[in-house]
């Protein structure tokens, strides 16, 4: 099981090796090991007297917490083990002893989960008895536990959490009093929800893959489930849908007014707002920016949100979970002036590795033209020549080779599966099926250079890899060199007119790759098949200098493309995949001469 493989399997080396990691990254944070503290050195501190900000909770939610340990956001924070909460005598060192003393208090910031409140709460109750001014910001952002399931406990902190802390920390950077960042802290969870989804439950360092399985069959194949916690909680419901789906059902959670036991924030069309996307750690950067388009279409369409701000990225993690969290942001006046708006505190300046939102708000608030992109720009900026072809023998020799190539498809992907990774045959077929799209329609034209800038265009978007790269830049270079040939006068294309093009065409070629016969590559067919044209003006014994090409890279040990890498001894038993689907191609294309 992939999700059961960890770099460390000692999930105390993990977390106490991960801590270390943060400081190494933001040299001016110092870590407490015995505590597992993270916390500011006081030499980076500008102003010792503001508020100092602490959070934390168990680990396994990077970069949540310790990352966010720095200017403009947390003065400290306190790490549990994984998923399990710090101690009260933990939170009490942190208050006591990793503080600046001159701070006119402290607001800690804690999600609503029975551990962590209890204990931060002892240690914030012993702080408090020796005299230390501090309050506590309780983050209950979850919609996925309604009101009738979460009873006396509430709803659950999730990763709107972040955005609680960043607002917070620049508060009491501005030297706003214990007061006021309390009031904000609570201000903003008020007017917050969040929603949760994941592929899978996460597995934790240290414990058997037999539970990793089991949790994959507990969810079952093909099932989402949603309102999943932080934690491994299960959520609300499992579900077998899509994106569009997924996010429908997410976003009615968190804003159907209609919904009375969901409905903890009255948002309304027009109001603004900020969205963040969270990942759970485990969903790639592509899915993830994905999932952001398909939630901010949604927002317009069916609720007439348009966010101020868009955030996207780890920020409250929970361990490699396949999830992602959503959380709106209601945004209302803090009553507090100039510069201390909620969204101008979320852009205040932060340095903190775990808040990426790099983005300034002048970009955000920028007016930006439209840009209209025309779809035709190649084919207005091309050039015709008094170059000339016969249309229909062009065709017929181009479709007859490229038939070919479509029936050889299976024939070229079972050999790239013994020496390659099995997509040169589909990638040729793609190209070639293109490029016969285009004859059917009868784009044609009786000057080379235009069909061929044609040809070169459908190759760049049909076919990808190394093969499609190299096909692309050699046609565009062949139709430059064709186009060198021309005359004042209507001339017709001979074959060693053609010959010397694409001979300049393999020396440019030669630019970009140092594939040469012998290589093992689609050099073998492509540089004898030129090489005998230039020689003789003949297609078909060109086309057969090809195919001996080809039946020679039987055997030969691959010195460039991905057989080097595959190894074994398929390349003694079948020709290089690109070579040989070359090499029918131009067999075919001569025998329709």
């Given at each position: 099981m992939a999700a059961a493989k960890h770099y460390l399997n000692d999930p105390t080396n993990a977390v106490i090796s991960g801590l270390r990691g943060v400081t190494l990254i933001n040299p001016s944070l110092l870590l407490d090991e015995k505590n597992k503290i993270v916390y500011r050195h006081p030499d980076s501190i500008v102003n010792p007297k503001n508020v100092s900000?602490?959070?934390?909770?168990?680990?396994?939610?990077?970069?949540?917490?310790?990352?966010?340990?720095?200017?403009?956001?947390?003065?400290?924070?306190?790490?549990?083990?994984?998923?399990?909460?710090?101690?009260?005598?933990?939170?009490?060192?942190?208050?006591?002893?990793?503080?600046?003393?001159?701070?006119?208090?402290?607001?800690?910031?804690?999600?609503?989960?029975?551990?962590?409140?209890?204990?931060?709460g002892m240690g914030i109750e012993k702080a408090r008895a020796l005299g230390k001014k501090v309050d506590m910001v309780v983050v209950a952002d979850d919609v996925g536990?309604?009101?009738?399931?979460?009873?006396?406990?509430?709803?659950?902190?999730?990763?709107?959490?972040?955005?609680?802390?960043?607002?917070?920390?620049?508060?009491?950077?501005a030297g706003a009093s214990v007061e006021d960042c309390g009031k904000v802290g609570r201000l903003v969870v008020d007017n917050l929800v969040s929603v949760g989804a994941s592929l899978s439950r996460v597995h934790v360092p240290g414990k058997s893959a037999q539970e990793a399985k089991d949790e994959e069959e507990r969810l079952g194949p093909g099932l989402v489930e949603i309102g999943m916690g932080i934690h491994n909680e299960p959520g609300c419901e499992k579900v077998t849908t899509d994106l569009p789906g997924l996010v429908k059902v997410m976003l009615g959670q968190m804003l159907d007014q209609n919904d009375r036991d969901r409905g903890y924030v009255n948002i309304q069309?027009?109001?603004?707002?900020?969205?963040?996307?969270?990942?759970?750690?485990?969903?790639?950067?592509?899915?993830?920016?994905?999932?952001?388009?398909?939630?901010?279409?949604?927002?317009?369409?069916?609720?007439?949100?348009?966010?101020?701000?868009?955030?996207?990225?780890?920020?409250?993690?929970?361990?490699?979970?396949?999830?992602?969290?959503?959380?709106?942001?209601?945004?209302?006046?803090?009553?507090?002036?100039?510069?201390?708006?909620?969204?101008?505190?979320?852009?205040?300046?932060?340095?903190?590795?775990?808040?990426?939102a790099s983005i300034k708000a002048s970009t955000w608030e920028g007016e930006y033209k439209e840009i209209k992109t025309a779809d035709n720009d190649e084919k207005a900026d091309l050039r015709t020549t008094n170059l000339k072809v016969k249309p229909d023998l062009l065709k017929r020799m181009l479709k007859s080779g490229l038939d070919k190539v479509v029936a050889e498809e299976a024939q070229i992907t079972h050999y790239d599966t013994i020496v390659g990774d099995g997509d040169c045959g589909v990638g040729l077929k793609r190209g070639a099926e293109g490029i016969l799209k285009m004859l059917s329609s009868d784009q044609i034209s009786e000057d080379p250079v235009v069909s061929i800038t044609k040809i070169a265009g459908i190759v760049e978007d049909t076919m990808d890899g190394t093969s499609g790269a190299l096909y692309a830049i050699f046609l565009n270079s062949l139709a430059a060199n064709v186009r060198k040939l021309d005359e004042s006068n209507a001339t017709d294309l001979t074959s060693r007119m053609l010959a010397k093009a694409l001979d300049d065409s393999?020396?440019?070629?030669?630019?970009?790759?140092?594939?040469?016969?012998?290589?093992?590559?689609?050099?073998?067919?492509l540089v004898p098949?030129?090489?005998?044209?230039?020689?003789?003006?003949?297609?078909?014994?060109?086309?057969?200098?090809?195919?001996?090409?080809?039946?020679?890279?039987?055997?030969?040990?691959?010195?460039?493309?991905?057989?080097?890498?595959?190894g074994g001894e398929g390349h003694r038993e079948v020709p290089d995949p690109g070579a040989y689907g070359l090499s029918q191609f131009l067999t075919a294309l001569a025998e329709a001469v």
């Amino acid at each position: 099981m992939a999700a059961a493989k960890h770099y460390l399997n000692d999930p105390t080396n993990a977390v106490i090796s991960g801590l270390r990691g943060v400081t190494l990254i933001n040299p001016s944070l110092l870590l407490d090991e015995k505590n597992k503290i993270v916390y500011r050195h006081p030499d980076s501190i500008v102003n010792p007297k503001n508020v100092s900000v602490v959070c934390g909770g168990g680990s396994g939610h990077e970069p949540g917490f310790s990352a966010f340990v720095g200017h403009g956001a947390l003065t400290a924070c306190v790490a549990g083990t994984i998923f399990a909460s710090p101690s009260a005598q933990q939170v009490r060192a942190c208050l006591s002893q990793r503080l600046p003393a001159e701070a006119q208090g402290v607001v800690v910031v804690v999600t609503n989960y029975t551990g962590d409140v209890l204990n931060f709460g002892m240690g914030i109750e012993k702080a408090r008895a020796l005299g230390k001014k501090v309050d506590m910001v309780v983050v209950a952002d979850d919609v996925g536990v309604g009101r009738a399931k979460g009873g006396k406990v509430g709803r659950r902190g999730l990763s709107g959490t972040a955005l609680v802390v960043k607002i917070c920390g620049a508060l009491a950077e501005a030297g706003a009093s214990v007061e006021d960042c309390g009031k904000v802290g609570r201000l903003v969870v008020d007017n917050l929800v969040s929603v949760g989804a994941s592929l899978s439950r996460v597995h934790v360092p240290g414990k058997s893959a037999q539970e990793a399985k089991d949790e994959e069959e507990r969810l079952g194949p093909g099932l989402v489930e949603i309102g999943m916690g932080i934690h491994n909680e299960p959520g609300c419901e499992k579900v077998t849908t899509d994106l569009p789906g997924l996010v429908k059902v997410m976003l009615g959670q968190m804003l159907d007014q209609n919904d009375r036991d969901r409905g903890y924030v009255n948002i309304q069309k027009g109001d603004d707002s900020v969205l963040l996307v969270n990942n759970f750690g485990g969903t790639s950067n592509l899915e993830l920016s994905a999932v952001v388009t398909e939630i901010v279409s949604q927002l317009g369409s069916d609720y007439g949100l348009k966010p101020k701000r868009i955030i996207s990225g780890t920020f409250f993690g929970s361990l490699n979970g396949p999830g992602f969290i959503v959380s709106v942001l209601k945004l209302v006046d803090t009553g507090l002036g100039p510069g201390k708006s909620i969204l101008e505190l979320l852009d205040a300046p932060a340095e903190a590795t775990g808040w990426s939102a790099s983005i300034k708000a002048s970009t955000w608030e920028g007016e930006y033209k439209e840009i209209k992109t025309a779809d035709n720009d190649e084919k207005a900026d091309l050039r015709t020549t008094n170059l000339k072809v016969k249309p229909d023998l062009l065709k017929r020799m181009l479709k007859s080779g490229l038939d070919k190539v479509v029936a050889e498809e299976a024939q070229i992907t079972h050999y790239d599966t013994i020496v390659g990774d099995g997509d040169c045959g589909v990638g040729l077929k793609r190209g070639a099926e293109g490029i016969l799209k285009m004859l059917s329609s009868d784009q044609i034209s009786e000057d080379p250079v235009v069909s061929i800038t044609k040809i070169a265009g459908i190759v760049e978007d049909t076919m990808d890899g190394t093969s499609g790269a190299l096909y692309a830049i050699f046609l565009n270079s062949l139709a430059a060199n064709v186009r060198k040939l021309d005359e004042s006068n209507a001339t017709d294309l001979t074959s060693r007119m053609l010959a010397k093009a694409l001979d300049d065409s393999l020396e440019a070629l030669g630019k970009y790759t140092p594939a040469q016969p012998g290589d093992r590559t689609l050099m073998d067919s492509l540089v004898p098949f030129v090489e005998k044209l230039k020689a003789t003006g003949n297609t078909k014994e060109a086309a057969a200098a090809a195919e001996a090409g080809a039946a020679r890279t039987k055997g030969m040990e691959a010195s460039l493309g991905r057989s080097v890498y595959v190894g074994g001894e398929g390349h003694r038993e079948v020709p290089d995949p690109g070579a040989y689907g070359l090499s029918q191609f131009l067999t075919a294309l001569a025998e329709a001469v």
